[in-house]
């Protein structure tokens, strides 16, 4: 099978995890959580940055930052992973989707306004499948109607808005290093602020609620969401590859639309999203396909050993969060989507095999 994702490590990885065991910092202190913390945050260019187990954490946590508690609404989109909609229900308060827009797949800002009510605390832009949200127009809204923007940047490591890095516009911004984004650490998160009491209550919130000047002191109810020296020590050694795995992406995206450029002519497929404003990192390369079932597809590509992956599933369509309002654009673009094998160790002749077989069912 030629796989949707892949690690790609050398011998700094293999170093660098090799260290802490060695040195028997294997658990959440050491000197490898705050040299990734550092270099991450000023990789984004924000001041603050605090690292986590996931990325579910990550958002949960800056979430708690903001004070989200029951009662509160959080805007989420209605089409997304589900972690950033089910840390909105981890602080008892309520998800309140919003269709995206059909040219990035993005939250829609002009559809946000609808949805604020006096309850409503907070929106939550997820940069889907490495497209920057239109950031300006969130923004805008988040000032005139008070409310707090953390970014869901856990697909989108690198990418810009506008010149700007992903993971700089929000009062809190999130991202993941699972085993299958842009760079990786196994589990692990980080949240960047350039808020210093945000910052402080994440430390509190993710080291149990102790007090930084009393140990065993605890002063809310908190949780464990550390990150490992381990996994710090494998996120610092990917970090110094982001920029190489960032243009390899582009590369792969790039000979993607080049092998399929008569398929998109012909209307069979819409490929990946690119705005004018945005420079992508394209964490899975995506398409929609506009005339055969996506899901016959996909079982003719594997038989091909072609790995691909349905695009999520809009989660009011879901059991935790169903509901009879519809959100087109996000049940069209699911119901059409397939993420193609977009690892940094795929070779020119792959994508060219994968275009051909595509071609050949279509
Ligand atoms: C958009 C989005 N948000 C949040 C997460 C959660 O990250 P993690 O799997 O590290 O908890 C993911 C990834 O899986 C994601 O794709």
């Known amino acids: 099978m030629i796989p949707v994702a892949e690690p790609y490590f050398d011998e700094n990885e293999f170093n660098n995890l090799l260290e ?25 260019n924000m001041k603050y940055s605090s690292s986590t187990s996931n990325g579910t954490t990550a958002l949960h946590l800056a979430l708690l930052a903001v004070g989200i508690k029951p009662g509160d609404e959080v805007i989420v989109p209605s089409l997304t992973f589900i972690a950033p909609v089910n840390t909105v229900r981890y602080c008892g308060a309520k998800p309140v989707f919003v269709d995206v827009n059909k040219d ?68 809190i911004s999130c991202f993941s290093f699972f085993g299958n984004k842009n760079i990786i650490t196994g589990e692990g998160g980080m949240c960047l602020t350039n808020n210093e009491k945000f910052l402080e209550k994440i430390n509190l919130f993710k080291n149990h609620g102790m007090s930084k000047k009393k140990r065993y002191w605890h002063e809310v109810v908190g949780y464990n969401y550390r990150m490992t020296n381990m996994q710090a020590a494998v996120g610092l050694a990917q970090l110094k590859k982001l920029d190489k795995f960032i243009e390899k992406k582009n590369q792969i995206a790039n000979l993607y639309r080049h092998y399929l450029k008569d398929l998109i002519n012909q209307g069979l497929i819409t490929p990946h999203p690119k705005m004018p404003w945005a420079k992508n990192v394209i964490w899975l390369y995506s398409i929609l396909i506009n005339s055969k079932s996506r899901d016959e597809i996909m079982k003719k590509l594997a038989e091909k050993g072609i790995d691909t992956r349905p695009l999520f599933y809009p989660i009011h369509q879901m059991p935790p969060y169903k509901e009879k309002n519809k959100y087109p654009i996000s049940e ?26 595509l071609r050949n069912i279509l």
């Open 20 to 44: 802490t065991i060695k040195t028997g910092w294997i658990s959440s202190k050491g000197e490898f959580i705050s040299r990734f913390e550092q270099a991450f945050a000023k990789y984004c």
């Open 332 to 357: 069209d673009i699911s119901r059409r989507g397939i993420s193609l094998p977009s690892s940094v160790k795929l070779k020119k002749e792959e994508i060219e095999y994968i275009c051909n077989e």
């Open 104 to 171: 990035y797949w993005g939250i829609d800002p002009e559809k946000i306004k609808n949805k604020i009510t006096k309850k409503t605390k907070a929106i939550i832009p997820v940069h889907l499948y490495g497209h920057p949200c239109d950031m300006e127009s969130i923004l805008e809204i988040a000032k005139k109607y008070n409310l707090y923007v953390i970014e869901d940047a856990a697909e989108a490591h690198g990418a810009e808005y506008k010149g700007k890095k992903v993971g700089s516009f929000g009062d």
